[in-house]
């Protein structure tokens, strides 16, 4: 169950969690929450319609790649992006791969591994040059 209330829980986060809910007593306490609502029947078709589609677009969002706003700060700062010092265990490049790991998207966390990786190598071959083209014109 997340973090916030039972009767926050729209009628299709209840409905997932009813029909995937691991913890019985969550099951339980979402099946009563739906009920309280009073929904009509339409009302219980539309929540299964909008169910699927969801899934849907859950299951979509798992096997798509990395989107190029995703993309660029893995690439370009793989190791720049500091800390705040207010937000101590919140780094961006960590809490990206929690998230991924978190809800499941394997495919994503993969190709940001290795878009940090390959960051990581431009920026060492960026360095690299830097310092061959220094020692060049200071001859």
Known sequence: MNHKKIYRYTNIELF???KNGVNKNDVK????????RNLTQKQLSEVEIGYI????FQNDRKT????????IPLFF?????LMQR????????????ER???YGYEEKAREARKVRWYGTLFWILIIINIVFIHNYLTR
């Open 86 to 97: 207010w937000r101590k265990y919140d780094h961006f490049s960590t809490s990206e791969f």
């Open 64 to 71: 798509a790649p990395l989107t190029t706003r995703e993309w």
């Open 53 to 56: 589609k969801y899934k849907k």
């Open 77 to 81: 700062l793989p190791f720049f992006i």
């Open 29 to 36: 306490k979402a099946e009563l929450e739906l009920e309280t």
């Open 100 to 102: 991924y790991e978190k």
């Open 16 to 18: 997932d969690l009813i």
